[in-house]
């Protein structure tokens, strides 16, 4: 048995626009920070200065306005593990159902999301097509845009943004020189995502009326929604509201955002 068979709960990073284009760590992060930071613009205040500000302007010690200008993009930072082990660490087996590949496959990838139009080929192939159709400067001309999501939407963290640093540290190897586990530590940095806003939000990480489902192995669309509004005809709208093109292409652990009854067509 492999580290991490129950994937639902497992910290991922994919492409929106190239969903099989993902990376599932093994297991939980050992570190998760999430950090940001305010932007304050600090004008003396003395005789002969001009220290009239925007209405945000605070007085602060010793002479001195400090001028709110908003905030920078929100950074997460994690140390999370991938593994081809089994739970029989001391063996150093390698395991064929390794979440998501190999460990070196999975490095790689994310290597990869750092450079402007990075992924698999397939991903590189759809981006050259949109490129070829004018969405060059928000596809190609930087790095792919990421969701990060650990646990479900409503609870846990959602995020869309890009990878900023990556650092992977390869720590165990098979008989024969490849790599099966891996430490990695990643910024990922907040790019703002209206769709994603409608998902959750600062305060209860959630917007009333909307539900959360994680997909598990052998579902299907038509059957959640049958589950949950008793029409199986409604997946077509969870599928509108999660930009899910192909319903057979749904993989287990995907997060699914829910419609208010109310709100189906």
Same mark, same amino acid.
Request: charged share 20%; with cysteine.
């Given at each position: ?25 093994? *297991?939980?992060? !050992?570190?998760?920070?999430? !950090? ?15 220290? =009239?500000? +925007? =209405?945000?302007?605070?007085? !602060? +010690?010793?002479?001195?306005?400090? &001028? ?7 950074? %997460? ?7 081809? #082990? ?6 150093? %087996? #390698? ?14 990838? *994310?290597?990869? $999301? ?7 080929? &397939? ?17 190609? =001309?930087?790095? +792919?845009?990421?969701? *990060?999501?650990?646990?479900?939407? =409503? ?65 299907? *669309? ?12 409604? $997946?077509?709208? %969870? ?19 829910? +419609? ?6």
């Amino acid at each position: 048995m492999g580290f991490g068979l129950s994937t639902a709960g497992n910290l991922k990073l994919f492409n929106m626009l190239m969903p099989t284009d993902e990376v599932t760590f093994d *297991l939980n992060p !050992s570190d998760f920070k999430v !950090s940001k930071t305010v932007n304050n613009n600090h004008k003396s205040n003395t005789k002969g200065k001009d220290s =009239a500000g +925007p =209405a945000s302007a605070l007085a !602060s +010690p010793a002479g001195y306005v400090s &001028l709110y200008r908003g905030t920078q993009p929100t950074v %997460i930072s994690f140390t999370a593990l991938l593994t081809e #082990e089994s739970s029989d660490v001391a063996s150093g %087996i #390698e395991d064929a159902t390794a979440i998501g590949g190999g460990v070196k496959a999975r490095c790689d990838m *994310l290597l990869q $999301w750092t450079q402007p139009g990075g992924g698999s080929m &397939l991903g590189k192939a759809v981006g050259s097509a949109a490129a070829a159709l004018g969405f060059k400067t928000q596809i190609v =001309a930087r790095p +792919p845009l990421l969701t *990060l999501q650990w646990g479900d939407p =409503a609870r846990g963290f959602l995020m869309q943004g890009t990878l900023t640093r990556i650092s992977i540290s390869y720590l165990r190897f098979d008989g024969v020189g490849n790599p099966i586990r891996a430490s990695v530590q990643a910024d990922f940095t907040e790019a703002p995502s209206s769709l994603l806003s409608m998902l959750t939000n600062p305060t209860s990480g959630g917007v009333p009326g909307r539900r959360a489902h994680t997909m598990r192995q052998g579902e299907s *669309l038509p059957g959640v929604a049958n589950d949950m509004y008793g029409r199986p005809g409604a $997946w077509r709208d %969870i599928a509108d509201s999660n930009g899910i093109d192909d319903p057979l292409r749904v993989r287990p652990g995907r997060a699914l955002m829910l +419609p208010p009854a109310d709100e189906l067509s």
